[in-house]
């Protein structure tokens, strides 16, 4: 097929998914060098610009990634494109910022819950200790400290299923929470008050995988979501949007 005959959308994604069927059918791995651009439009039979075009694209998508001055390697495949699409939904109308909210709340406390008996399982001694160190910031953090509050909440997610040696809940997870730290501000939900509240869940979390009560634990994930989607529907309330 001639690129005359392709529109230029068209024609950049026919090449882009030629280069992902390249990276495929030579088992590539992430941080694997592509070949020159000069060498991909002899394997795919595009001109240079078609090429620069599609790897763009794939850029963009984490797929690949450009390093210049040394050449364009496989992408360690992370999510920014999913929390750049999703944080602009949420940003883009008052009605989508609460309904990514709301999504995103049921997500996170899906994964912590639904794998509540593997995560016990598989928190070490050390990774407890850990997260007791990163309830202490919390706690420690004054009200001025909002930024290091989110960060400190955000490290212990994401250690809380980084035991279970699956990637993708981990990307996912730090995803939706990127997402859910960029939108909630927005919304004007969280308090000072409910930094104490949440500081409190946290620690009962860690006691009760400390203890491997997955019972106590799944309650405390549980204590730790309902606050959140109780001032959700208060602050759609408010705005006069329906809950969902």
Same mark, same amino acid.
């Given at each position: 097929?001639?690129?005359?005959?392709?529109?230029?959308?068209?024609?950049?994604?026919?090449?882009?998914?030629?280069?992902?069927?390249?990276?495929?059918?030579?088992?590539?791995?992430?941080?694997? $060098?592509? $070949?020159?651009?000069?060498?991909?439009?002899?394997?795919?039979?595009?001109?240079?610009?078609? !090429?620069?075009?599609? !790897?763009?694209? #794939?850029?963009?998508?984490?797929?690949?990634? !450009?390093?210049?001055?040394?050449?364009?390697?496989?992408?360690?495949?992370? #999510?920014?494109?999913?929390?750049?699409?999703?944080?602009?939904?949420?940003?883009?109308?008052?009605?989508? &910022?609460?309904?990514?909210?709301?999504?995103?709340?049921?997500?996170?406390?899906?994964?912590?819950?639904?794998?509540?008996?593997?995560?016990?399982?598989?928190?070490?001694?050390?990774?407890?200790?850990? =997260?007791?160190?990163?309830?202490?910031?919390?706690?420690?953090?004054?009200?001025?400290?909002?930024?290091?509050?989110?960060?400190?909440?955000?490290?212990?997610?994401? =250690?809380?299923?980084?035991? #279970?040696?699956?990637? #993708?809940?981990?990307?996912?997870?730090?995803?939706?929470?990127?997402?859910?730290?960029?939108?909630? $501000?927005?919304?004007? =939900?969280?308090?000072?008050?409910?930094?104490?509240?949440?500081?409190?869940?946290?620690?009962?979390?860690?006691?009760?995988?400390?203890?491997?009560?997955?019972?106590?634990?799944?309650?405390?994930?549980? &204590?730790?979501?309902?606050?959140?989607?109780?001032? =959700?529907?208060?602050?759609?309330?408010?705005?006069?949007?329906?809950?969902?």
């Amino acid at each position: 097929m001639s690129e005359a005959r392709l529109g230029r959308a068209s024609l950049r994604k026919t090449v882009a998914d030629e280069i992902k069927r390249f990276m495929l059918e030579n088992r590539m791995r992430p941080g694997d $060098p592509l $070949p020159t651009e000069a060498e991909l439009c002899l394997a795919l039979g595009a001109s240079r610009s078609s !090429v620069r075009e599609a !790897v763009k694209t #794939l850029a963009a998508l984490d797929i690949v990634e !450009v390093r210049h001055g040394h050449g364009t390697y496989v992408g360690r495949l992370s #999510l920014s494109a999913l929390v750049e699409s999703m944080t602009f939904r949420g940003m883009l109308s008052p009605d989508d &910022d609460f309904q990514v909210y709301a999504d995103l709340v049921d997500v996170r406390e899906l994964f912590e819950r639904g794998n509540a008996d593997r995560i016990i399982r598989a928190l070490s001694p050390q990774h407890l200790d850990t =997260l007791d160190s990163l309830v202490a910031e919390m706690e420690g953090q004054g009200p001025g400290d909002g930024n290091r509050f989110i960060a400190s909440d955000r490290a212990f997610h994401a =250690l809380l299923v980084e035991p #279970l040696g699956n990637d #993708l809940i981990s990307q996912l997870t730090l995803a939706f929470w990127d997402v859910y730290s960029i939108v909630s $501000p927005h919304l004007n =939900l969280m308090t000072i008050e409910d930094e104490k509240v949440t500081v409190d869940v946290h620690r009962r979390i860690v006691k009760a995988a400390r203890a491997g009560d997955q019972a106590a634990f799944v309650d405390a994930i549980a &204590d730790h979501y309902a606050p959140v989607r109780r001032r =959700l529907a208060a602050a759609r309330s408010r705005t006069g949007h329906a809950a969902t």
